[in-house]
């Protein structure tokens, strides 16, 4: 058991199969926003590695609040004839 963390002593067979498939979803998960990040700083023109886009990913802010922090505005659309 370690001595830094509490922890159970022992898990069932049928909790270590959950236990793979669980950190296999998580790590695919990650990948995944990973490349979902990448595409919101190319959107925003964001440079670098940290900064709002990771924080509106990986966080509970809105495009809304992320174009207001970074101080984007939305152009009009152009009228179609």
């Known amino acids: 058991m370690s001595k830094l963390y509490p922890c159970k002593a022992e898990i069932t067979p049928s909790e270590h ?3 793979i498939g669980l950190l296999t979803l998580a790590k ?3 990948d995944a926003n990973r490349q ?3 595409s919101v700083r190319e959107i925003i023109g964001q440079d670098g590695d940290r900064g709002h886009a ?3 990913v990986w966080g509970d802010y ?3 609040e992320l174009l207001e922090k970074m101080e984007i ?3 009009k659309a152009k009228k179609k004839c």
Do not use: F
């Open 54 to 56: 990771d924080d509106a």
């Open 28 to 30: 695919r998960n990650n």
């Open 73 to 75: 505005k939305v152009a």
């Open 36 to 38: 979902l990040i990448a």
């Open 62 to 64: 809105s495009a809304e």
């Open 17 to 19: 199969m959950m236990l």
